[in-house]
């Protein structure tokens, strides 16, 4: 590797800079990206900074250069900043002792469990699945992936063993590692026998690894199975790194797409790294000795880009956390931040929204003077609970970053620098250097005027873009370069103000998010026509007001006379089981028939407004096929 600094990634001061930078980035995206990537650790340097046609849809960035990833979030902080903390571990049960890991260690457990790896035959290119709760081995097995060039494929420890299986067999993974069990406020998820019942299914998988957490008793399958602590028993800790090419895959995360199948993102290594590295840095204003904290699991993209490889790649100390907000009771996040004097905190709308219903005294009692930024992801934040973060949690004295991103985009895309750049409530505001935002018509004309409303398009690359679908490089085509040719499209609406701010208003296509988990209307209606009964469902969402939107699904029963309680519950149960306990709707209505256009397209924003009764403003409705059955539905409303 050709550097020995920790790392030389500067950080934006000023508005100004940040305009010079923008305008840079965009007359000269090349040279703009090639200065920033000069600061990390190469193998060997890239021949061209940027290839693309979108058109295919192709997209390249550092072509030829070499490196790995691990080397710049973990060996090249060790010269200097061995000792330093890299990972603060605090655990769902607050009488447990938190537990600290230094670079130096960090990675000793990832070179150690690379080679266990490695004994267990997996290699280069290889995918493994990790379907883990929030511990530190979960980031040491990303990490250990990476190191020797496999492929992570991190399943959110939520989900249900149908939702595990579907992911595990999509990306054929050879190995699954997993826990016992997993804590969860006052629950103990039996996460191990999940997996059992998945892996009835996967055939691909040849050995899984069990870490010991909670000590609970668990079926063995012997040829199969084997302890994380068993097989590190005398495995040395060094392990030379794999030299990866800049477009390797590094992961594939799973996000839900408007069709039933969930879309594998795959994120590759060299764009990934410098992209979060660049965003984390610029966006939080982390400076040495900072402490961050990201409330996110990471089995989602928010804990991969800005939990594990953003801050480990600039050398940052930060949290993670293993419980839940409201256990033991819901001033936890508070008390974890006086505990560690966390100076950034990046949560979702949907945590602030739920603390907020709670009195402020439990946020009150803490001294959380070492708070400097606060953060949001996830949706649209509303403007009482963008006022209760600013004044009850940051006293009225922290900026606040509203961070547009997306599992698909890597890293965050439109956001306040902290600080740096004007914040503005419930704006996302300004795009960061080398991300070029625009609107659009439905019809897919650029909207020149600054102050506008339409459909949220990106108009070049830039290096933390997923590259590809797993496996499904035309429906990558289909549902991001196709809609709008020569745009990247989010399926995002959004406004823009005169000082040309954004704000996200919300999905425009068929994916609705429910306590900032993005779930496709399509599963979870495949799920509700599982029952035997129904013949057809439709899925919209309703404003809520923890959850900031709510599930309302309309079913079309085979019987009438049905007893609609038992119904609701066989329903619940079934999504539950079938995608997950978030999915679960939360009214069921059951009607007749579903309106339609003539091409047989349910008009969902016919039911999101019976939904949301919001019936003043259907429109016309002249255009459907049985016009007759919005009333009804209407007056069957419950
Ligand atoms: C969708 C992406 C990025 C990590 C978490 C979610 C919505 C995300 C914001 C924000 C308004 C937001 C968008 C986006 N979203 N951040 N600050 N303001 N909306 O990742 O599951 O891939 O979901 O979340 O609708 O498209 P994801």
Redesign the pocket.
Known sequence: MQTSLTHKLKSISSFDEYKKSYNRSVSDPESFWSEIADTFGWHRKWDKVLEHDWTIPKTKWFTNAKLNITENCLDRHLEHNADQTAIIWEPNDPDKPSKQYSYRELHSMVCQFANVLKNKGIKKGDRVCIYMPMVIELTVAMLACARIGAVHSVVFAGFSSDALATRINDASCKMLITADGAYRGTKNIPLKNIVDEALHRCSCIDSTIILKNTAQDINWVSGRDSWWHLESIGVSDYCEAEIMDAEDPLFILY?SGSTGKPKGMVHTIAGYMVYTAYSFLNVFQYKQSNIYWCT?DIG???GHSYIVYGPLAVGATSVIFEGIPSYPDYDRFWQVCEKHKVSHFYTAPTAIRALKKHPSSLVEKYDLSSLQVLG??????NVEAWQWYNDIVGNNNCPIV????????GGIMI?SLAGITPQKSTF?TLPLPGIQPTLITPEGIEILETEAEGILAIKFPWPGMARTIYGDHDRYNKVYFSAYPGYYF???GALRDQQGNYR?T??VDD?I?VS???LGTAPIENAINQHPLVVESALVSYPHEIKGNALYAYVITYNKDEKEEELHTEIKEIVSRLVGPIAKPDKIQVVTGLPKTRSGKIMRRILRKIATDDIGTIGDISTLLNPDIVDEIIKNKK
Do not use: C, K
Not at 376 to 381: A, S
Not at 402 to 408: L, V
């Open positions: 996000t996110a989602w993209i928010t949001t992801v996830g949706e649209p934040i509203d961070t547009w991103w997306q599992t698909e985009t956001s996302a989010p399926g995002d996200i919300g999905r994916v998010i900032g988990h993005n």
